[in-house]
């Protein structure tokens, strides 16, 4: 085993709130130059963007099909996927509680699904920001029906966040990490691991909704014997070795 930097969140140009930098081979080559071992591509309440950097990176680095899904609260949860097959019965499952609102360019941005080489797949119409009429807790059990990792996003932000919706979480929330966003220093991360004890996991994630945040020092160190999403559930979980390094040291 050994030490693998994972992002596991991840936008592209499909998310509105993406910058049109955020293409496949850009990317794909930008996690290289930072040294990440593996990412998720986590648009809003898709995945469709996934096929063209998993294309564009080769192997390197290794890509999870992840969707950032936004529940009736307003909750984002980050779904990780062990292939794109999963990913695409969920989403047609969540599409089914997805509202018809077309996407204002205008207002909210683009919403461009690219290949490898960046051409132009579709533009999808219908606006990707907004709740799916699922609770919170409907959606992470999905996800784990599924066989797929949930984890609560970015818990310490105002906004879009569990504590931010309904207050703070359970000690024992079935949900198989939290997030915390790049944003926090030492002592404020320390606090949350302080207030969640192990055996929970946190991770660390860039968001990065441009190519400038793409970086070692905004993601998770993880223990594993190879990059796949089966052994970065056996990390969470600290199974057989596999384990998470606390991403503030």
Not at 39 to 59: L, M, Q, Y
Not at 77 to 85: G, R, S, T
Not at 96 to 107: E, Q, S, Y
Not at 193 to 221: G, Q, W
Request: aromatic share 8%; net charge negative.
């Amino acid at each position: 085993m050994r030490p693998f930097w994972v992002d596991l969140h991840v936008h592209t140009l499909l998310s509105p709130c993406g910058e049109l930098e955020m293409g496949a081979p850009e990317i794909a080559e930008k996690a290289r130059e930072a040294g990440l071992d593996i990412i998720g591509i986590a648009d809003h309440n898709s995945c469709e963007n996934f096929p063209g950097v998993s294309e564009a990176a080769k192997g390197n680095p290794v890509v999870l099909p992840c969707i950032e899904t936004q529940s009736a609260e307003d909750i984002h949860i980050l779904c990780v996927f062990p292939n794109y097959d999963t990913a695409l019965a969920y989403k047609e499952w969540l599409w089914k509680r997805i509202r018809p609102i077309p996407n204002d360019v205008d207002t909210f941005g683009y919403q461009i699904v690219v290949d490898a080489c960046n051409n132009i797949v579709k533009e999808e119409e219908t606006l990707l920001i907004q709740g799916a009429g699922y609770e919170v807790d409907q959606i992470v059990a999905k996800v784990h029906e599924v066989g797929a990792l949930a984890i609560l996003a970015h818990v310490d932000r105002p906004a879009f966040s569990y504590p931010a919706a309904l207050g703070p979480m359970p000690a024992d929330y079935p949900a198989d990490a939290f997030e915390l966003s790049r944003r926090l220093n030492y002592e404020e991360a320390q606090k949350w691991r302080e207030r969640y004890p192990a055996p929970r996991a946190f991770i660390r994630s860039s968001d990065s909704h441009s190519l400038d945040t793409l970086s070692r020092a905004n993601c998770t160190k993880m223990t594993l014997a190879e990059p796949t999403f089966e052994e970065i559930r056996k990390a969470l979980r600290g199974e057989e070795g596999r384990r998470i390094s606390w991403p503030w040291g």
